[in-house]
């Protein structure tokens, strides 16, 4: 069954997944148990933006992707889903990478959520395969 008609996706499979990652760092990492390390880091963006309004801006991202995950019928909502999920990991990796000459342990973090944000951009630009009865037959020679 094609994936636009209710088949299996794997973009939505991962909009889905990633978006309850994002929903879960939002609610748990940041509004329920932010870390110290964590929004000391982020100081670059929480002078102008509250932490608990980040909180709350993965927990709609996540809700984003999860609803563009499960939009069956209309794989055009899809890039919604995608970019809030890039655009939030794109941020948390500027201010990582910002705050890298001020204290050397944010090049950890930097490198995981710029490697992050990039493969969610490629993932978003992938197709899903064909299904089964419109691939080609394979000719063994």
């Known amino acids: 069954m094609p994936a636009a008609t209710g088949g299996f996706s794997r973009r939505r499979a991962i909009l889905v997944s ?10 748990l990492g940041i509004l329920a148990n932010p870390r110290s ?7 670059d963006i929480t002078r102008w933006v ?3 309004f980040l909180g709350w801006l993965w927990v709609a991202s996540g809700l984003v992707a999860i609803l563009a995950g499960l939009a069956v019928r209309c ?8 970019s809030a999920l ?6 948390w990796a500027a ?10 342990t944010a090049s950890g973090s930097a490198c995981i959520w710029v490697s992050i944000a990039i493969a969610v951009v490629l993932v978003a630009g992938m197709d899903d395969p064909l299904p089964p009865h419109l691939r080609k037959a394979r000719a063994w020679t």
């Open 18 to 27: 990633l978006g309850c990652g994002w929903a879960g760092y939002g609610s």
């Open 37 to 43: 390390g964590t929004v000391q880091l982020l100081d």
């Open 75 to 82: 794989p055009r909502i899809q890039a919604a889903g995608y």
């Open 95 to 104: 201010a990582f990478t910002i705050a890298i000459p001020s204290d050397a």
């Open 86 to 91: 890039a655009t939030l990991a794109g941020l």
């Open 50 to 52: 509250p932490i608990t």
